[in-house]
């Protein structure tokens, strides 16, 4: 089992940054891929960026790539997204995700992922 919260949402203006974190409790947290999925109002939920249980291995939208960042510290049961040039269009209620995921080609479907926090808004004003 692992209980997932999200911080670091807000409202910033386009081209600003925000650093979303998730931390997870349970102690086999490093043994799980994570992923940011995000849901803007009147909008199905969709893939952001994902992560392999070692960092080894990143995956992005296409709409964010080049621009966001997701990494992750095992450690301290954290994942982050670092997101930079945000857009009007990032608005959302962000969400991370954790899941036995297996091929990378799962990694961008919300139904491979077993545990959801509860979200966070992110607001980008034009």
């Known amino acids: 089992q692992v209980h997932l919260v999200e911080s670091g949402g807000g409202l910033v203006q386009a081209g600003g940054s925000l650093r979303l974190s998730c931390a997870a409790s349970?102690?086999?947290?490093?043994?799980?891929?994570m992923g940011w999925f995000r849901q803007a109002p009147g909008k199905e939920r969709e893939f952001v960026a994902a992560i392999s249980w070692n960092g080894g291995s990143t995956f992005y939208a296409d709409s964010v790539k080049g621009r966001f960042t997701i990494s992750r510290d095992n450690a301290k049961n954290t994942v982050y997204l670092q997101m930079n040039s945000l857009k009007p269009e990032d608005t959302a209620v962000y969400y991370c995700a954790a899941g036995s995921v297996g091929r990378d080609s799962y990694y961008y479907r919300p139904v491979k992922y077993d545990y959801w926090g509860q979200g966070t808004q992110v607001t980008v004003s034009s």
């Open positions: 349970g102690r086999t947290f490093s043994s799980y891929a």
